[in-house]
């Protein structure tokens, strides 16, 4: 029997399974900003783990619904290759999590690459397949471009001793999905520029 997820229609971000959640940060308007995180908080969100390196809405977040964990774990997003430490300590966090019946939004400023990105290092650790796992995720967020899905996978086959040869397959079966499910990331990110209007201003109130 499939599960329903939860559906958002203001906040920036989409269910992948009913305990994790991936998305882009906040709006830059308060009131719209307060109205996205209202609804994550109704929809069940419980953590948020942010891996932006460029901004943080930890005290926006704790002002207004102290109630919600949040970790702070910012990465850049520059097609760097990830340290596994990275992966680890998100993953980690999002199991804690998971385990204490919380649910988690891993954002990232688009919802693109970085977030995308360690929802599917989450996916992996909790046993899922290579494929069906970035299918979830796309299926999810169709503008989901997980750049860093090669290093989680590599990380993956590290954390659990897989061997040199399972790791080229799966490599391999993700290169060709990529190749099979291209999106087309400058209209992407040209969209999400045009629906920046300001600045940040939930530092005034």
Known sequence: MQTT?????????DFVTPALAIGGDL????????????????AGVTHILDVRIEGSDAEFVARHHPE????????????????DAW??????????????????????HMGVNRGPSLGYAVLLAQGWDPIEAVDAIRGARPV???????????????RTGGTTTALRR??????????AND?????????VMRDERQVPTWEVL
């Open 170 to 179: 799966d490599l391999r079966r993700l290169a060709v999905w990529r190749r």
């Open 68 to 83: 919600i964990a949040y970790l702070h774990h910012g990465v850049d997003d520059a097609g760097q290759r990830i340290p």
């Open 87 to 108: 992966f680890e300590e998100g993953v980690r966090w999002v199991t804690m999590a998971s385990e204490a019946r919380g649910v988690v939004l891993v954002h990232c």
């Open 27 to 42: 709006d830059p308007t308060l009131f719209r900003a307060l109205e996205q995180l209202d609804e994550l908080v109704d």
């Open 183 to 191: 999106v087309e990331l400058g209209n992407i990110v040209r969209q």
């Open 5 to 13: 997820l939860p559906r958002l229609d203001v906040a920036n971000a």
């Open 144 to 158: 989901a471009a997980l750049a860093y899905a090669a290093d989680a996978l590599e990380w993956h086959h590290r």
